[in-house]
């Protein structure tokens, strides 16, 4: 079986590549119309709408090469920071909300060898990743037998109260679509931590079109149990390149940590 398997876990990241390509898809058919014999009118106009397109286009392709291994390899540095967070003896059970390709719940797994996890995803639909590629990853990196990978939604979690030592999300609940209240995806994960148990989550909680106000968010919180909560801006405790910093990618992203 082994021999079937690839030598090295493949780990996508957060930027889907299919957005990518509509963006860039699009910014050069209106540059292609930029070239045609056609009126003045109509090649400066469609050179004009080609560049909200080519911006974006560019952000993308940007992101995907700093978050990639082959780039900046900043979505594993940023899972590392997350990792170090987790105050903990290892013993017990772990949460990774929004489990994607399984390079967090991994590393949570190799850091905590006595710990068993639990990663769950919506994974399918116009996603990229997918659960067997998961229990792959997870099987090449030798820790597949201490990981539970399973398909749910973070709004509505399959697990009793009080259920998880630890509990960690990175970029996920704003993505949730079938709650339309990201406070209420953020407390069902509160509802399955055990109390004293400690959490690390990480997402655009500074946009408040998602989030709403973010000391309202917090006193929410504080309200629904929470004994102990720090909140911190990603680029005060992590270096990150500038263009990672537009408002579409990480500049609103801030790491939630605390305990129940």
């Given at each position: 079986?082994?021999?079937?398997?690839?030598?090295?876990?493949?780990?996508?990241?957060?930027?889907?590549?299919?957005?990518?390509?509509?963006?860039?898809?699009?910014?050069?058919?209106?540059?292609?119309?930029?070239?045609?014999?056609?009126?003045?009118?109509?090649?400066?106009?469609?050179?004009?709408?080609?560049?909200?397109?080519i911006y974006i286009a560019f952000?993308?392709?940007?992101?995907?090469?700093?978050?990639?291994?082959?780039?900046?390899?900043?979505?594993?540095?940023?899972?590392?920071?997350?990792?170090?967070?987790?105050?903990?003896?290892?013993?017990?059970?772990?949460?990774?909300?929004?489990?994607?390709?399984?390079?967090?719940?991994?590393?949570?797994?190799?850091?905590?060898?006595?710990?068993?996890?639990?990663?769950?995803?919506?994974?399918?639909?116009?996603?990229?990743?997918?659960?067997?590629?998961?229990?792959?990853?997870?099987?090449?990196?030798?820790?597949?037998?201490?990981?539970?990978?399973?398909?749910?939604?973070?709004?509505?979690?399959?697990?009793?109260?009080?259920?998880?030592?630890?509990?960690?999300?990175?970029?996920t609940f704003h993505e949730v679509?079938?709650?339309?209240?990201?406070?209420?995806?953020?407390?069902?994960?509160?509802?399955?931590?055990?109390?004293?148990?400690?959490?690390?989550?990480?997402?655009?909680?500074?946009?408040?079109?998602?989030?709403?106000?973010?000391?309202?968010?917090?006193?929410?919180?504080?309200?629904?149990?929470?004994?102990?909560l720090n909140s911190c801006k990603?680029?005060?405790?992590?270096?990150?390149?500038?263009?990672?910093?537009?408002?579409?990618?990480?500049?609103?992203?801030?790491?939630?940590?605390?305990?129940?």
């Amino acid at each position: 079986m082994a021999d079937n398997l690839k030598t090295k876990a493949r780990y996508q990241t957060w930027i889907r590549i299919y957005k990518l390509l509509i963006f860039l898809v699009i910014s050069l058919i209106f540059l292609w119309v930029t070239l045609l014999p056609v009126h003045l009118y109509l090649r400066v106009l469609s050179g004009i709408l080609a560049l909200p397109f080519i911006y974006i286009a560019f952000i993308l392709s940007y992101s995907v090469y700093q978050f990639a291994a082959f780039g900046g390899n900043y979505q594993s540095k940023i899972h590392d920071l997350m990792v170090a967070k987790v105050n903990w003896d290892g013993k017990g059970k772990i949460l990774d909300i929004g489990t994607g390709s399984g390079s967090l719940i991994i590393k949570l797994a190799k850091t905590f060898p006595n710990s068993f996890l639990t990663g769950i995803d919506y994974w399918g639909g116009n996603w990229e990743y997918s659960k067997a590629q998961c229990h792959q990853n997870a099987v090449i990196e030798g820790v597949s037998e201490r990981i539970d990978f399973l398909k749910a939604s973070a709004a509505d979690l399959p697990f009793h109260e009080d259920e998880f030592d630890r509990i960690v999300s990175c970029l996920t609940f704003h993505e949730v679509k079938d709650r339309r209240n990201k406070t209420e995806v953020i407390k069902e994960a509160l509802r399955v931590l055990k109390p004293g148990g400690e959490f690390v989550f990480l997402d655009l909680f500074m946009d408040e079109k998602i989030f709403g106000d973010e000391k309202e968010l917090l006193n929410i919180l504080k309200k629904h149990g929470v004994s102990e909560l720090n909140s911190c801006k990603l680029d005060k405790v992590m270096k990150l390149p500038k263009l990672l910093l537009n408002k579409k990618v990480l500049g609103n992203a801030m790491i939630l940590s605390g305990r129940k």
